[in-house]
């Protein structure tokens, strides 16, 4: 089975500091792995995604995740933090074998920007 | 492209009702999956469709169920509604089946009163 651990519910960060969101995976196969961010009363928007391609990925609005397979994380991050980055960030992960249980998603990490 | 889109945006209901919720895929993705998302359980997997059949499904009741048409175009439908099916409801289209990256709609914000 698969699942995924955001660690934080709540990150607050000064604008232009870095921003680090934590991402752990479990999955009995090579996963597939996204970040999506949630604005208040939208839908989910794609930030980047990993399949297993380059381990360093690089996604919309300045955001990267790298792939660590070692320590089996997906971390996002971003060098400068914007006002407008403030949402919730949610991690989900999908094994290459076939996506039975559809996209398994962590329980989000709420951005607080602070100015 | 136009994104996904889901109809309706807001929807209440009372108990025991039944509603059907919409949504309409990107052009030329051929699968529809479905989310709930509520501040207790997060965002939990319902089902996938892909071309006309239900290709996987969540651990959710019977209650729960859903479509897919010719044009790709999905509806989910919940009988006998509960107060703890008020939730948005997340639409997302993928152009194929399992483990491509998945696109998300709007959501339709359910109230169960």
Known sequence: AQSVTQLGSHVSVSEGALVLLRCNYSSSVPPYLFWYVQYPNQGLQLLLKYTSAATLVKGINGFEAEFKKSETSFHLTKPSAHMSDAAE??????????????????????????? | KAGVTQTPRYLIKTRGQQVTLSCSPISGHRSVSWYQQTPGQGLQFLFEYFSETQRNKGNFPGRFSGRQFSNSRSEMNVSTLELGDSALYLCASSQDEGPDTQYFG??????VL
């Open chain 1, 89 to 115: 960030y949610f991690c989900a992960v999908i094994y290459s074998g076939g996506g039975a249980d559809g996209l398994t998603f962590g329980k989000g990490t709420h951005l607080i920007i602070q100015p």
């Open chain 2, 106 to 111: 709007p959501g339709t914000r359910l109230t």
